[in-house]
């Protein structure tokens, strides 16, 4: 497998970067018309961390490092490293060296679509990073791959210098060309949930909030007394249940 190293890839602007760090995985997504997230199998290996970072991406061969390398030399300050592989792989492509030359470079966390190791460190030395698994299965140095070039995981594209954001919930992609769109989009979305919240404390409903009694209505859906329930069941299959959950025929005693 040959390779391609890209220097100098345009990337988001930073103070949007920022700005989507204080909003959650969730939102972000939500804003962007529930897009944008990388899948559930990749987690974080901590616990109450976000980050958000321009990608520096990495196309690497299963089991082998090296394009790690060759991308560490590409990471600046405010980025994120994120890498897959040409496969599938959960063999640990990064543990704590690796952590500590990026950190030392600015670097604001890592997504990994393959294994990593060390996590204990990591979470001593307080880089974030995500995973699809923890292995401390080694890998070798021996292929060429590819760094800054677009990749898919879970089906999403993530180009060189897109915004990462990542949290608890998983990690999502913002495109850097709706980066600012995507800022104002959740803000609004932002505000928009903290009046619901506020009517919530106020004990209103979501069936009410929603509307949703008229998608209810519209859906067929009907509300029933326990002993309607109990009646119709009975007149449907000729069996009732009890209050202790068992089956009794029509004319047993209760």
Aim: with cysteine.
């Amino acid at each position: 497998m040959s390779g391609v190293i890209v220097t100098g890839p345009p990337k988001a602007e930073l103070k949007d970067v920022d700005a989507l760090a204080g909003f959650g995985v969730a939102t972000v997504s939500e804003a962007m018309g529930r897009t944008g997230l990388l899948g559930p199998g990749i987690r974080p290996v901590q616990q109450g961390v976000r980050v958000a970072g321009t990608a520096v991406t990495v196309l690497s061969w299963p089991g082998d490092n090296l394009m790690i390398h060759a991308a560490v030399e590409q990471c600046g300050e405010g980025d994120i490293l994120v890498v897959t592989t040409t496969s599938p792989c959960t063999d640990g492509l990064f543990g704590e060296l690796f952590a500590t030359a990026l950190k030392q470079r600015g670097v604001r966390g890592v997504v990994m679509n393959t294994g990593i190791r060390d996590t204990q460190e990591l979470r001593d030395m307080g880089f974030p990073a995500w995973s699809r698994a923890v292995s401390a299965q080694g890998t070798v140095k021996a292929t060429g791959g590819s760094v800054n070039v677009p990749v898919a995981i879970d089906g999403q594209v993530v180009h060189p210098g897109d915004v990462i954001l990542a949290d608890d919930d998983g990690v999502v992609v913002v495109p850097r060309g709706r980066a600012r769109e995507t800022v104002e989009k959740a803000e609004a979305r932002e505000a928009k949930e903290a009046a619901t919240r506020a009517a919530f404390l106020d004990g209103q409903l979501g069936l009410d909030r929603y509307r949703l009694r008229e998608t209810l209505v519209r859906l067929g859906v009907v509300y029933k007394s326990y002993d309607e329930y109990v009646d119709d069941e009975r007149g449907r299959d000729g069996n009732a249940r009890d209050d202790r959950g068992g089956a009794r025929r029509d004319g047993e005693p209760s």
